[in-house]
């Protein structure tokens, strides 16, 4: 028995070994997949690197506001302190000792801790951590009238510099 072979036979050959256009364009070749998939991974590079600034900044802006809080802590504090004192006891750059409802309070600002704290009644606060800098500083206001007493509130202005309250974040 004689084989023949057909032209149908040789196009089932070669569309089975070499492909036809279909078959051909329905794959990737190895050179689109690397360009594919470095592409892909310099995507991904940037969108992880905003990420991390993103939760970097985050943090920061975290810790500059439970900052400012503390602050604004501190300063109310003193203020409501002072506004209700009836007399200055003492003063230095780092201490201030004034008479509130018959007691002492004291506020005392440590270099080497870089503390700021709050003594009244024998209880110690610590309003702020991490200062680096702070001095009170008392002034003289002119007297307006023969009821200026030295010592007396009403004669002496306060004025506190809390400068850069800062902490190590």
């Known amino acids: 028995m004689d084989c023949k072979h057909t032209n149908l036979d040789r196009v089932r050959t070669r569309s089975r070994f070499r492909g036809t256009r279909k078959s051909r364009a329905a794959g990737l070749t190895l050179v689109e997949m690397m360009v594919g998939v470095a592409l892909g991974f310099l995507l991904l590079l940037g969108v992880a690197s905003m990420y ?13 506001s439970e900052l400012n809080a503390r602050n604004r802590y501190a300063s109310d504090i003193m203020t409501r302190d002072i506004r209700s004192v009836t007399g200055v006891i003492g003063a230095s750059s780092k201490h201030l000792v004034l008479r509130l ?33 702070l001095s009170f500083t008392l002034y003289q206001r002119p007297a307006t009238g023969a009821l200026s007493a030295v010592g007396s509130l009403s004669a002496i202005a306060r004025e506190w510099q809390l400068g850069e309250a800062q902490r190590s974040c």
């Open 101 to 133: 409802g018959g007691a002492n309070l004291t506020y005392d600002y440590d270099d080497d801790a870089g503390t700021l704290t709050r003594s009244y009644l024998g209880q110690d606060e610590v309003l702020l951590e991490g200062v680096k800098s």
């Open 52 to 64: 991390l600034f993103s939760l970097k900044s985050f943090t920061s802006m975290a810790n500059y």
